[in-house]
């Protein structure tokens, strides 16, 4: 079992960055695989990126692609999400999740069984 952090959110203007942290406060992450989840206002949570255990595989959805990358840092049992030219769009509370194993079914949030609080991120026009 391990317990997720994020960190990182906050308010941008369009076209700004943000970089995103999830760290594990307990256990290590080096053994699941982890997502970025975000929920925007009255819309259900939608997977954005997902990296395996060893960092060997990544998916992320086409409305981010190119603008937003998901890496890892084992050193500090952290997953990060780089988030690049922001669009309102993309305001949502984002949460990360981990979960054991690769494959599609680590591409549906259902996969996922353990969740940060998550962290607001609002981007202005």
């Known amino acids: 079992q391990v317990q997720l952090e994020e960190s990182g959110g906050g308010l941008v203007q369009a076209g700004g960055s943000l970089r995103l942290s999830c760290a594990a406060s307990?256990?290590?992450?080096?053994?699941?695989?982890v997502a970025w989840v975000r929920q925007a206002p009255g819309k259900e949570r939608e997977l954005v990126s997902c990296?395996?255990?060893?960092?060997?595989?990544?998916y992320s959805i086409n409305s981010v692609k190119g603008r937003f990358t998901i890496s890892r840092d084992y050193t500090k049992n952290t997953v990060y999400l780089q988030m690049n030219s922001l669009e309102p769009e993309d305001t949502a509370v984002y949460y990360c999740?981990?979960?054991?194993?690769?494959?599609?079914?680590?591409?549906?949030?259902?996969?996922?069984?353990?969740w940060g609080q998550g962290t607001q991120v609002t981007v202005s026009s």
């Open positions: 990296v395996n255990s060893d960092d060997s595989n990544s």
């Open positions: 999740a981990a979960a054991r194993g690769w494959g599609p079914r680590l591409m549906k949030i259902s996969a996922y069984a353990e």
């Open positions: 307990e256990g290590t992450l080096s053994s699941y695989s």
